[in-house]
């Protein structure tokens, strides 16, 4: 599967870098997540399952994790496969730059080629950000 889909997004969060690790990292923590239903833990904790409220579901396993650095996830679905990975770096004035690649290997040749047109992985991208903004800007945020 040589064709796929990437996208890369970076902001900076006016937040320190552990409560930004602790919300990407914690997924049994999910109700911030404006399009999730529901994550559910698999036996071993290294792999979990996303059901979104538009009724996809996505399978992720941990692939690597360096603590207030580095988090990749490889995802699964029906129709794709691909790589999540996300890169945390200290700022100044407790601030964190935060960068978000996301790699589609979409499974089936024809509706890869639809893909390209249809799915727009950047605004799912965009929404997580706002949503990690959102539980951070909340005065009760504890993980």
């Not at 796929?4 to 870098?17: A, E, R």
């Not at 529901?38 to 409220?53: A, D, G, R, T």
């Not at 996809?56 to 692939?63: G, Q, S």
């Not at 999540?84 to 790699?103: H, S």
């Amino acid at each position: 599967m040589k064709k796929c889909m990437n996208s890369k997004i970076c902001t900076v969060l006016n937040y320190n870098i552990k409560d930004v690790w602790n919300i990407i990292t914690h997924f049994n923590n999910y109700k911030w997540r404006s399009n999730i239903s529901y994550v559910q833990s698999i036996n071993n904790s290294n792999s979990f399952i996303e059901y979104y409220k538009s009724g996809d579901i996505n399978t992720f396993k941990i692939l690597e994790k360096i603590n207030y650095r580095y988090y990749k996830l490889k995802i699964i679905n029906k129709k794709f496969m691909g790589i999540w990975e996300c890169c945390l770096y200290p700022l100044k004035e407790n601030r964190t730059q935060v960068v978000f690649l996301k790699t589609i290997y979409v499974k089936n040749p024809i509706k890869r080629f639809f893909a390209k047109h249809l799915w727009n992985i950047r605004k799912l991208q965009i929404q997580y950000i706002a949503d990690i903004k959102n539980i951070l800007e909340e005065s009760s945020y504890n993980v």
